[in-house]
């Protein structure tokens, strides 16, 4: 079949690659008919990780069942599916209490759980292909309504929109609420849609991309430049009080100051600045464990000059990692079909499988209409 391999820094290319096949009698194996790029294969492509050369690529993918396993009971054949990026078993301790982020089978117990086409979460082929194996498939699969409607909206069900949903989780938003998200990326956005679903008074969004912040401006929310000054000193001019209710990263350790430089603590720093005292921030933005052997400045990034005591001083509370999708990808996709929510607006085009190195490239440089791309396979 063809897949998106990575082939090393800043380069991936469409590849013939051995197809899936069932490993264990719970796996399913799912012809692909969209897998998104996701802010997050950006750290492999970028070179930032241990990710080898020979790597499929993928972890946002839904599509048709196409095989199943002889120990799989309630996903069929033929079945529309989405795959919540965690991979994970459905019966250890922390997947029975909701956190299938945090799964302790299918990663080593302490490390962020599965997912797929990933370094170092578990063995797991990606989506970016004509087909994909599922493990602990009637665990992992979302059923979805058949047919072909609300292909873009379910298709953010594997990741973006719960993960924004969660964001929101973590730092509490409740109804009336002023809520400030750092990042107007795909992730971003979805925790700002997210927030507006759950009633939020006022929504501000920072970024400095300009075309990011226009869609910014679309969703009704209320972008804000950090080019233009301290982001936190902007936002609490616009609501003329001490701070927001609720303050959400969706920048992670890339953070960069205006002139481009990294500083990954800057939006953590920026948010206890932005929220005000005791109320709740959520990280949903990645952040790397330190490596105290690291040998280069970009695997060192997990020591952050975060500032605890101003943070203990307002009596936060924040709430970090991977985003337990599985929690809400089952309610989030009722809120579609119902027709409360149609996350798909961000995604900016669809496009052949073929097409994956020109949009990793112009994803990785922000270009204006490659906000979220989708690749079909089957086109
Ligand atoms: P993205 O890279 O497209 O978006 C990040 C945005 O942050 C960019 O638009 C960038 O201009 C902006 N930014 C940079 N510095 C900033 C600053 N100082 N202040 C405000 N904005 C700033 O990525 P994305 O796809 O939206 O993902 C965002 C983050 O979320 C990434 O770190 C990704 O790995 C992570 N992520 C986490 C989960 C999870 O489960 N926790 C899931 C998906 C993605
Ligand atoms: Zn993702």
């Known amino acids: 079949m063809k897949a998106v391999v990575y082939k ?8 013939d690659v051995d197809d899936p096949v069932i490993q264990y009698p719970t796996d399913v194996i799912v012809k692909i008919t969209s897998t998104a790029i996701c802010g997050s294969d950006l750290h492999m492509y970028e070179g930032r990780t241990d990710a080898k050369p020979g790597i499929t690529f993928g972890h946002e993918n839904m ?44 990663n080593e117990p302490g490390k962020a759980g599965g997912a797929y086409g990933y370094v170092g979460m578990g063995p797991y082929g990606g989506g970016q292909a004509e087909y994909l194996r599922v493990p602990f ?18 298709a953010l069900l594997a990741d973006i929109f719960p993960t924004g949903y969660h964001s929101t989780e973590l730092a509490g938003v409740k109804p009336g609420e002023t809520v400030a998200v750092y990042g107007a990326g795909p992730v971003g956005l979805m925790a700002a849609y997210s927030a507006q679903i ?15 912040l226009e869609l910014v401006k679309e969703l009704g929310a209320e972008p804000i430049n950090f080019d233009d000054g301290d982001p936190a000193q902007q936002i609490r001019d616009a609501i003329q009080d001490y701070g927001v209710d609720r303050g959400i990263d969706a920048v992670g350790y890339q953070a960069t100051e205006p002139d481009g430089n990294e500083q990954p603590a800057i939006v953590l720093n920026q948010l206890v600045d ?106």
Do not use: W
Not at 73 to 98: I, S, W
Not at 137 to 154: I, S, T, W
Not at 198 to 212: C, E, I, T
Not at 344 to 359: H, M, R, W
């Open 198 to 212: 759950k009633g939020a008074s006022r929504v501000f969004v920072v970024d400095h991309v300009p075309n990011r």
């Open 274 to 379: 932005t929220v005000r005292s005791t109320g709740g921030l959520g990280v949903v933005g990645l952040y790397v464990p330190s490596d105290p052997g690291a040998p280069d400045e970009h695997s060192a990034k997990g020591e952050l000059l975060f500032r605890i005591g101003r943070f203990f001083e307002k009596g936060q509370t924040m709430g970090t990692g991977q985003a337990n999708v599985k929690k809400y990808a089952h309610r989030l996709r009722d809120l579609i079909i119902a027709g409360r929510a149609k996350p798909g607006f961000v995604v900016s085009k669809e496009l052949p499988l073929a097409d994956a190195p020109d949009a990793y490239e112009r994803f990785d440089k922000r270009e204006e209409g490659y906000s979220k791309v989708l690749l079909q396979p089957a086109r």
């Open 63 to 106: 599509g048709i069942v196409e095989e199943v396993g002889s120990g799989v009971t309630t996903v069929k054949v033929g079945d529309r599916v989405v795959m919540p990026f965690n991979v994970a078993c459905g019966f250890c301790d922390n997947c029975r209490a909701g956190n299938s982020a945090f799964c302790l089978t299918v």
């Open 137 to 154: 498939a009637d665990y992992n699969c979302v059923q979805l309504p058949q047919g072909e409607e609300h292909e873009k909206d379910f």
């Open 8 to 15: 090393g820094p800043f380069e991936v290319a469409v590849e």
